[in-house]
């Protein structure tokens, strides 16, 4: 999706709408579900390199977490 088309203005007017319509505790729900769907228009090895990406920085933010607590 290119950033100078109507699909995509189409697409920031829906997360527009959808952000504000939604209650504030559920707004980074539907920013984090856009995300995906942009990266996902691209194609589904942008998808995979999301989950990929998405995976290891939270495993590595668990192993930070056991290393921080290991050495309190």
Same mark, same amino acid.
């Given at each position: 999706?290119?950033?100078?088309?109507?699909?995509?203005? *189409?697409?920031?007017?829906?997360?527009?709408?959808? !952000?504000? &319509?939604?209650?504030?505790?559920?707004?980074?729900? %539907?920013? =984090? +579900?856009?995300?995906?769907?942009?990266? *996902?228009?691209?194609?589904?090895?942008?998808?995979? !390199?999301? &989950?990929?990406?998405?995976?290891?920085?939270?495993? %590595?933010? =668990? +192993?930070?977490?056991?290393?921080?607590?290991?050495?309190?």
């Amino acid at each position: 999706m290119s950033l100078v088309s109507e699909t995509f203005l *189409l697409f920031s007017l829906a997360l527009v709408v959808t !952000y504000f &319509l939604l209650p504030g505790k559920y707004q980074w729900c %539907c920013l =984090l +579900a856009f995300s995906c769907l942009f990266y *996902l228009s691209g194609g589904l090895k942008y998808g995979v !390199y999301l &989950l990929i990406t998405a995976l290891t920085a939270y495993f %590595c933010a =668990l +192993a930070m977490d056991r290393i921080q607590r290991d050495t309190k």
